[in-house]
Nanobody
Framework: QVQLVESGGGLVQTGGSLRLSCAAS????????MAWYRQAPGKQREFIAT???????NYADSVKGRFTISRDNAKNMVTLQMNSLKPEDTAVYYC???????????????WGQGTQVTVSS
């Protein structure tokens, strides 16, 4: 009952920037924290950043100072501004949220399908 759709991925050169967006839709009752993860080929899914309902943020050390997470509660949207991109940032980026539905009021973790980010040297 909750769908997350990522957008904004693509190919960029080292040092460039991209902005990822994720919109949640469906029979949403409440959304708590939203987050971004990424998964590079052959590697485990990695936490990138999270933002609370109140706007408090946390970042993985690998992206601190380069990435910025933000959200628009009115649009059920979370964004990830990525600057100073490196080849090591190449991965599929996934949007995540903890949300309850109008039907159940039970919180679950929901994932988007992912969007590819490729950083060339």
């Amino acid at each position: 009952q909750v769908q997350l759709v990522e957008s904004g991925g693509g190919l960029v050169q080292t040092g460039g920037s991209l902005r990822l967006s994720c919109a949640a839709s469906g029979s949403i009752f409440s959304i708590n924290a939203m987050a971004w993860y990424r998964q590079a080929p052959g590697k485990q899914r990695e936490f990138i950043a999270t933002i609370s309902t109140g706007g408090s943020t946390n970042y993985a050390d690998s992206v601190k100072g380069r990435f910025t997470i933000s959200r628009d509660n009115a649009k059920n949207m979370v964004t990830l501004q990525m600057n100073s991109l490196k080849p090591e940032d190449t991965a599929v980026y996934y949007c995540q949220c903890q949300a309850s539905t109008i039907r159940s009021h039970t919180f679950h973790v929901w994932w988007g399908q992912g969007t590819q980010v490729t950083v060339s040297s």
